[in-house]
């Protein structure tokens, strides 16, 4: 019996949802796949699929089986491609997940930059703003802003990232600017549902904890500050989203003396991922293009402008 093979077999006829589909993708007749998926089940002892005369469909068993099945037929197409390859360029695919914001305003064009040194790495990006086993959801790489770690997946760290609270001036114009984060009770307060509505300070006196009641929450950044910019309420947004609009004036810091801690951009790969070469290389691709953070230098770029000296 050919375990990859059959493994394969299995992965396919779960993404077409047919025998006859998958059959057809790989040039094999459909009783040739078939019969692999009944080697398969009949060797692991386990029912992967749910036949029926209209349709086909996977046990909780099989679903349980796609992210690890999908990284070891990865893995042995990379050890056959790299045995056969004489040359040393990357090659291959990538299953990136990335938070919504940060890929939109700099991780894309990161990617893209990557992909021009290295054509032969095809990439499928995910964004999404939520907490997520790599190991379990099939994913080679996992950029999170977000403190969990998990067994089997090694953490590397980007980026420290800063966060800011602010409000625009005409709203605490009209409601008055919180000295206290316990002010913040009597506020209107724009949160990021991802990471709950009690938001944590550093003060002298050790850490301030606070349960916010949001006027608005959101698991998009860009939407929280638009809510800031109209005057409906104070955010809790990361520095490289609030940059430009506290450089122009649109929003303002508050509560600058309670600063919340410090959080880390990272990546996160499963171990037995670790290995691959095109992983290893975007890692390192990634950990030199967040040294500094790219927001950080753009606020250098930005007050060079403004000191530089006009020519009357």
């Known amino acids: 019996m050919d375990t990859v093979q059959n493994l394969k077999a299995f992965l396919s006829v779960a993404q077409t949802g047919s025998f006859s589909a998958a059959a057809r993708r790989a040039g094999l007749a459909t009783s040739v796949l078939a019969k692999r998926i009944d080697q398969l089940e009949a060797s692991t002892q386990t029912v992967l699929f749910m036949r029926t005369t209209r349709r086909l469909t996977l046990t909780e068993a099989g679903q349980r089986w796609i992210a690890r099945v999908t990284a070891v037929v990865g893995d042995v197409d990379d050890l056959m491609a790299e045995a056969a390859r004489p040359s040393r360029d990357l090659e291959g695919s990538l299953r990136i997940k990335a938070p919504t914001t940060l890929a939109g305003l700099y991780l894309g064009e990161m990617l893209g930059r990557f992909q021009n040194h290295h054509p032969k790495v095809a990439m499928d990006v995910v964004l999404t703003d939520r907490a997520l086993n790599p190991a379990d959801e099939g994913f080679d790489i996992a950029i999170s802003v977000f403190g969990a770690a998990f067994s089997g997946v090694v953490d590397v760290p980007l980026c420290p990232l800063q966060r800011i609270v602010c409000a625009s001036p005409a709203y605490l114009a009209a409601r008055g600017t919180p000295s206290h984060p316990r002010d913040l009770s009597k506020h209107d307060t724009l949160n990021f549902r991802p990471t709950g509505d009690v938001w944590v300070f550093n003060s002298a006196q050790g850490p301030v904890t606070v349960e916010v009641r949001p006027r608005m929450s959101a698991n998009d950044g860009q939407v929280l500050l638009a809510a800031a910019r ?11 989203i609030v940059l430009p609009a ?21 990546a996160l790969i499963p171990e037995n991922r670790m290995p691959v070469a095109r992983i290893r290389a975007l890692v390192d691709f990634l950990a030199a293009n967040f040294a500094p953070p790219p927001w950080d230098r753009e606020a250098v770029t930005i007050d060079d402008r403004l000191q530089a000296p006009r020519n009357e």
């Open 230 to 240: 109209a005057g409906n309420g104070i955010a809790l947004l990361s520095s490289y």
């Open 246 to 266: 506290l450089r122009s004036g649109a929003l303002v810091p508050v509560l600058e003396t309670f600063s919340p801690p410090e959080i880390w951009i990272k």
